[in-house]
């Protein structure tokens, strides 16, 4: 049985499973702990590239192949396409909530402090427009949020922090290059971006989840992600 986690349930509504859950325990009928056969087995020492293909869903995936891809086109510097290639990690198959700031954590340990600053800030400064660069308010806001919804405060004081910062527009750059308008029928090949992601990102050698890092548990969620425990 897979118990959903709290966190997804909260507000929504749902009925109370887990008391019913617990109910069901029988010696053929256990909760889920490991591998799930009805997702693809990952790799013993897994790299990013494995949860790009194994992991995240398929919208954010696109979602991010398309972003780097685009900065990958307009010149960017490696270190922009790979802030691209990121960005949204954390909602690819682990959480949407505050998804820069759990993005970034996941990957401090294998990148440089600056891409790790602007996948931070970017969910910020994605709410604010800068005429200088030609980005503005993305009309999918408008839609997914309605035209009056007004950032939260702590998102307006990390937006005039960040503006103020040396590394201001390593994190806009992520929000101009932004794709809320991909085309789904396009494919991207992750391998595109291998070289990239061997000069800037330190794979470790254990395999992301098993590095003994202070995020390993948090790579280890999305390898497992219907466990109990």
């Known amino acids: 049985m897979i118990l959903p986690h709290p ?8 009925p109370d499973v887990e008391t019913a859950m617990m109910g069901q325990l029988a010696p053929d009928t256990i909760f889920m702990m490991g591998d799930n056969p009805a997702l693809s087995k990952m790799p013993e020492k897994p790299k990013l590239l494995d949860f790009f293909r ?11 192949l398309q972003s780097a891809m685009l900065a990958l086109k307009s010149g960017m510097e490696e270190k922009v396409v790979l802030a691209c290639l990121l960005h949204d990690i954390a909602n690819g198959a682990l959480i949407r909530v505050d998804h820069g700031y759990w993005g970034a954590q996941l990957i401090e340990p294998y990148v440089s402090e600056e891409i790790t600053w602007a996948v931070r800030n970017h969910q910020a400064l994605r709410f604010f427009a800068d005429e200088s660069v030609g980005y503005e308010y993305p009309d999918a806001y408008i839609r997914f949020f309605g ?5 939260a405060e702590y998102v307006k004081q990390a937006y005039l922090q960040a503006r103020r910062h040396r590394w201001y527009m390593t994190s806009r750059l992520i929000t101009l290059n932004d794709l809320y308008s991909f085309d789904p029928n396009v494919t991207v ?8 992601i061997g000069r800037h990102f330190k794979q470790p050698q254990e ?3 098993f590095d003994g890092s202070a995020v390993a548990h948090m790579w280890r969620t999305m390898i497992w992600p219907n466990n109990l425990l």
Request: no cysteine; charged share 15%; aromatic share 12%.
């Open 7 to 14: 966190v997804s349930l909260l507000g929504t509504g749902a």
């Open 54 to 64: 194994q992991r995240f869903s398929p919208f954010t995936r696109n979602h991010l």
């Open 147 to 151: 035209p009056d919804y007004q950032p």
């Open 189 to 196: 090949d992750p391998e595109l971006f291998s070289d990239i």
């Open 207 to 209: 395999g992301l989840g």
